[in-house]
């Protein structure tokens, strides 16, 4: 693109009064729950049936175009279930503005944990200031369900989330493609609403200072590239 018209370009996007968002999404479970399978499905659509256990921290970029002029850099940090609270978390969830916190409805432990990664979330991240501060939004995802029902019923789902501040709950598949999108636009309508309902002017900047020893790879070789994904 020559100056001119990278000028242009940028001088159109003012004058459209395109609004630019970014938020960082935390995805945090214990091991083998599917996380890196969802976010796998969610930016790629793709799906494997093995396992490669996550080390440190995975992320992964998506630009959501919400409406004409709103659009939304989504940047998801996939965490490592080894992590398991440890001192690290607190450099990945910096700046984070929502989580998803997954289970893996076939094992029951896995659900036991869900509350454990809430309150370190709650713990070490908050909304910033200007938002009116207090948890970030956390959304739970019971996965795996192509394999079994939830043992959970809607009401112990519903009186389980109220009880313990999780924004809203998710059955999903990452192998069948189930619930994935409807989760994730949730979390962003929520996300977005927050930061309207506080009126501030200036987009959440995200801090990246501290993730500078992450480990920030691309997820397999094989990733086929998508319109409108990119991973760092
Ligand atoms: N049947 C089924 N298998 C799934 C689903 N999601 C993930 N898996 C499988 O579960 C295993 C673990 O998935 P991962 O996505 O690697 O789990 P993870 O939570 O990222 O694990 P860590 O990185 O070790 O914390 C893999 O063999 C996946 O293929 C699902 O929705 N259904
Ligand atoms: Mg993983």
Redesign the pocket.
Same mark, same amino acid.
């Given at each position: 693109m020559s100056t001119i018209s990278l000028f242009s370009f940028i001088y159109h996007i003012f004058e459209m009064g395109v609004k630019e968002y970014q938020y960082k999404i935390l995805v945090v479970g214990d091991l083998g729950t599917g996380?890196? $399978?969802i976010l796998k499905r969610y930016i790629y659509n793709t799906f494997s049936s093995n396992y490669? $256990?996550?080390i440190g921290v @995975?992320f992964a970029l998506k630009v959501i175009q919400i409406d004409p002029k709103t659009i939304v850099n989504l940047q998801m940090w @996939?965490i490592?279930?080894q992590e398991r609270f440890g001192n690290m978390t607190r450099a990945y969830y910096r700046g984070a503005i929502g989580a998803f916190i997954v289970y893996d409805v076939t094992r029951p432990s896995t659900f036991q944990s869900v509350l454990k990664w809430k309150n370190d979330i709650d713990a070490k991240v908050e909304l910033p200031l200007a938002w009116g501060g207090g948890s970030i939004p956390a959304i739970l995802l019971a996965n795996k369900i192509d394999q079994q029902p939830n043992p959970k019923s809607q009401k112990e789902m519903n009186e389980f989330c109220t009880e313990n501040m999780f924004t809203q709950w998710f059955e999903t598949s990452a192998k069948e493609n189930t619930s994935i999108d409807t989760a994730t636009e949730y979390l962003i309508n929520h996300i977005v609403q927050l930061e309207m309902s506080n009126q501030s002017d200036s987009e959440y900047e995200v801090d990246y200072s501290s993730s500078s020893s992450s480990k920030l790879s691309l997820y397999d070789n094989d990733r086929p590239k998508v319109h409108n994904s990119s991973c760092c």
């Amino acid at each position: 693109m020559s100056t001119i018209s990278l000028f242009s370009f940028i001088y159109h996007i003012f004058e459209m009064g395109v609004k630019e968002y970014q938020y960082k999404i935390l995805v945090v479970g214990d091991l083998g729950t599917g996380k890196t $399978s969802i976010l796998k499905r969610y930016i790629y659509n793709t799906f494997s049936s093995n396992y490669k $256990s996550t080390i440190g921290v @995975d992320f992964a970029l998506k630009v959501i175009q919400i409406d004409p002029k709103t659009i939304v850099n989504l940047q998801m940090w @996939d965490i490592a279930g080894q992590e398991r609270f440890g001192n690290m978390t607190r450099a990945y969830y910096r700046g984070a503005i929502g989580a998803f916190i997954v289970y893996d409805v076939t094992r029951p432990s896995t659900f036991q944990s869900v509350l454990k990664w809430k309150n370190d979330i709650d713990a070490k991240v908050e909304l910033p200031l200007a938002w009116g501060g207090g948890s970030i939004p956390a959304i739970l995802l019971a996965n795996k369900i192509d394999q079994q029902p939830n043992p959970k019923s809607q009401k112990e789902m519903n009186e389980f989330c109220t009880e313990n501040m999780f924004t809203q709950w998710f059955e999903t598949s990452a192998k069948e493609n189930t619930s994935i999108d409807t989760a994730t636009e949730y979390l962003i309508n929520h996300i977005v609403q927050l930061e309207m309902s506080n009126q501030s002017d200036s987009e959440y900047e995200v801090d990246y200072s501290s993730s500078s020893s992450s480990k920030l790879s691309l997820y397999d070789n094989d990733r086929p590239k998508v319109h409108n994904s990119s991973c760092c």
